[in-house]
């Protein structure tokens, strides 16, 4: 099934149109390789689709990196200098590429929370 994000404003019950997201590669030595940069359309999702199908997946490490002070910011939102949260960045392995990955993003300027969706 491959590869999928979804990110939920839940400070403003919506779902987080706008926001920016990088997908890495990581290795065990901590380094992280960029796959790709997108924005999140008006449903919160990837307007690309999975970020991986799933002949792509493949098992190992990933991180998401979601711009949330970015994303808070440009609707309006006073935050403090510095920020509560700025990136907030998911590590997650894949053991099972032939299942699907949902990684589901809800977020305020002061929490958030994941977790492997269907």
């Known amino acids: 099934m491959g ?13 987080a149109g706008g926001m920016q997201v990088a997908l890495y590669t ?3 030595d901590g380094q992280a390789q960029l796959v790709r940069r997108f924005t999140l359309d008006s449903n919160g999702r990837n307007p690309e689709g999975l970020l991986y199908d799933h002949s792509s997946l493949k098992a190992g490490t ?10 808070f910011r440009a609707r309006g939102v006073v935050l403090p200098e510095p920020a509560f949260l700025d990136q907030v ?5 894949v053991a099972r590429p032939e299942e699907h990955y ?3 993003l809800l977020v305020s300027p002061w929490s958030y929370s994941t977790y492997r969706g269907s």
Not at 5 to 15: I, N, Q, Y
Not at 62 to 71: C, Q
């Open 102 to 104: 949902h990684v589901p």
């Open 62 to 71: 990933y991180r998401l990196s979601f711009d949330v002070k970015g994303y």
């Open 26 to 28: 990581t290795s065990p």
């Open 3 to 15: 590869l999928s994000t979804h990110v939920l404003d839940t400070m403003h019950g919506c779902p």
């Open 89 to 93: 960045n998911l590590d997650f392995g």
